[in-house]
């Protein structure tokens, strides 16, 4: 099977060495921004999955080469290692400011996923391992189909927002810093960072060998191997709203898991 997956061209690599030699110079590298549309079109695709229809995919794009205008004209190449992964940063943190900005993810939603984090954690607590779909949906008193259709309703709130304030509560934790504005504007590896990491990692990769087999492979793929939602339905023989709720509830899972391991 053959996807279209979307990377940047050689000559994007090309245009991204020359930058980075040309540290001294103070006007930004514009034709950046035409080898790395490609980049804003892939994010905005992956990113999809998050939001809800009614969000139009050419505002997405509008938005995220707003971001990638900003990468470039901020970017440093003497302290940046690649520009691709601090445009990355940057076009996600512009698209998920926008949507903030406009309210996209309702109250209720807000609530709905709040008080089914609550559940799935009490309910994986006492079980000691991922809840399947029909666990959660009687711990919620639901039927099957009806929590996964909570599954689609809340499935923005599933992702963890760049947006969010990074460091914690203390002011001098970094508190009102954006997430992506710490990350992106970082220069230096922080030991402690790259040892939360690797902890974290760790976690999620023997959390993610409980999960049943499905989830585990719709994770793997998405994730690992780049595959869109429809190509791993048609792997599967499912929808793709079908895999986005298996996608979902193990995303939630594993949120749930390390939240509870964060505060253990």
């Known amino acids: 099977m053959t996807t279209d997956r979307q990377h940047p061209s050689a000559p994007a690599h090309a245009a991204e060495k020359a930058y980075r030699k ?18 804003v079109k892939s994010i905005v695709a992956r990113m999809r999955i998050y939001f809800p229809s009614g969000v139009d995919s050419d505002d997405l794009y509008s938005i995220g080469i707003s971001g990638l205008v900003t990468a470039v004209r901020r970017c440093d190449p003497e302290k940046t290692e690649s520009f691709a992964s601090y445009a990355a940063l940057r076009i996600k943190g512009a698209i998920l400011d926008e ?16 008080k089914l984090h609550h559940v799935l954690g009490v309910l994986e607590q006492n079980l000691g391992r991922p809840v399947s779909e029909a666990e959660a ?22 992702f963890i927002s760049l947006d969010s304030p990074a460091g914690g509560n203390s002011p001098s934790e970094g508190e009102g ?11 230096e590896p ?24 499905l989830p585990k492979k719709v994770l793997m ?44």
């Not at 040309?22 to 980049?39: F, N, R, V």
């Not at 922080?190 to 087999?213: F, G, H, S, W």
């Not at 599967?236 to 749930?256: P, Y």
Request: charged share 25%.
């Open 177 to 187: 810093a954006a997430v992506h504005e710490v990350v992106a504007d970082s220069t």
């Open 137 to 158: 949906a009687e711990a919620m008193g639901m039927s099957v189909p009806q929590y996964q259709r909570l599954l689609d309703t809340i499935r923005p709130v599933t």
């Open 221 to 264: 793929m998405y994730y690992y191997e780049g595959m869109r939602l429809a190509e791993i339905a048609e792997v599967f023989g499912l929808t793709e709203s079908r895999i986005c709720q298996i996608h979902s509830q193990a995303v939630l899972s594993l949120r749930t898991y390390l939240d509870r391991a964060a505060k253990s």
């Open 99 to 114: 949507l903030r900005r406009l309210d996209w993810i309702p109250r209720s939603d807000r609530l709905l996923a709040k």
């Open 22 to 39: 040309a540290s001294g110079q103070a006007a930004p590298d514009w034709s950046l921004l035409e080898h790395y549309m490609p980049l």
């Open 190 to 213: 922080d030991a402690r960072d790259r040892m939360e990491r690797r902890e974290t990692i760790a976690l999620l990769k023997e959390r993610i060998q409980l999960l049943p087999d």
